[in-house]
């Protein structure tokens, strides 16, 4: 079993993050706000479009492209070029780089800076350290185990235990749950809100992170739509989990939720 590593090698990895993001800045913003090229990748969802530019791939192989150079013996699974197994599998040590080079590629291609270029490292058990960088915007969220940053400047979760205060958000209600169970499974959360606001990918998770919004609920999602999301929300004293409260790692039903205490009431209504 991996261990978590100590406080410097967490150090370590996020520098690194830095890098990663900078490599990727170079591609993602040139061609952002410009004209591009988009190739539907097929059916996802219910949907029969799922965009990819050039901007995703190129970022991914430069992002891909660090990390074998730096860490030749950690493993890759990234959207756009899959996985690829570096270390011995039968080593203790199984680290992966999980990389979505533009989250929100929709809202990249419709010229909207809610899109983000995702990276966390899984120890074998879970993420560890997470990194969401909206260069256009020039933020930086980084979460380790102990806590999370904007621009290095810590942030936390803020305080809400009602969901009848709370501001609540998910990504598309009307295409981006996996089944319209699901869908009305979340409409039966946001008639107890406070305040909805939808449309923000993962830029959503980093707004429960720097206590802005509350709730973030989605399903259909994939490991490298959600997993650097996890230490960010976690690292600023938020709760992530999939609807049975277990492991979102693997993606599928999330929740990230600011307290415990809304994370159960949430969660009681979408089991119910």
């Known amino acids: 079993m991996t261990q ?7 150090k370590e990895y996020t520098v690194f993050l830095d890098r990663l993001a900078e490599a990727a800045a170079e591609i993602t913003l040139p061609m952002f706000k410009k004209p591009v090229d988009v190739i539907n990748k097929g059916r996802k969802l219910d949907l029969d ?10 970022a991914e192989e430069a992002i891909r492209s660090l990390i074998n150079q730096t860490y030749p013996k ?16 039968d080593s203790d040590e199984q680290y992966t780089w999980v990389i979505d080079p533009i989250d929100g590629t929709r809202a990249y291609i419709c010229g909207i800076p809610t899109w983000g270029t995702l990276v966390a490292l899984n120890d074998g058990e879970k993420p560890i350290v997470g990194m969401l960088d909206q260069p256009y915007l020039k933020e930086r969220y980084i979460g ?13 979760c803020r305080d809400c235990t009602d969901l009848s205060q709370a501001t609540i958000s998910t990504t598309d209600p009307t ?7 699901d869908a009305e499974a979340f409409e039966r959360v946001a008639q107890k809100a406070r305040l ?20 973030v609920i989605e399903s259909g999602l994939e490991a ?28 599928g039903q999330t929740i990230a939720a600011a307290t415990p205490a809304l994370h159960e009431q949430v969660l009681r209504l979408l089991n119910s």
């Open 4 to 10: 978590t590593p100590p406080i410097i090698k967490i």
């Open 49 to 58: 479009f799922d965009p990819v530019t050039q901007a995703d791939k190129q």
């Open 74 to 89: 950690h493993n890759i699974l990234g959207e756009e070029h899959g996985a690829e197994q570096n270390s011995h599998p």
């Open 144 to 156: 380790t185990p102990d806590a999370a940053y904007l621009n290095n400047e810590l942030i936390h």
């Open 175 to 181: 295409q981006f749950f996996a089944c319209a169970e």
């Open 196 to 215: 909805v606001r939808n449309g923000y990918d993962c830029y959503a998770y980093a707004m429960v992170a720097a206590g802005f919004m509350d709730v």
């Open 224 to 251: 490298y739509d959600i997993q650097a999301l996890i230490p960010i929300v976690e690292g600023a004293g938020g709760i992530v989990t999939n609807w049975q409260g277990k492991s979102a790692a693997d993606g």
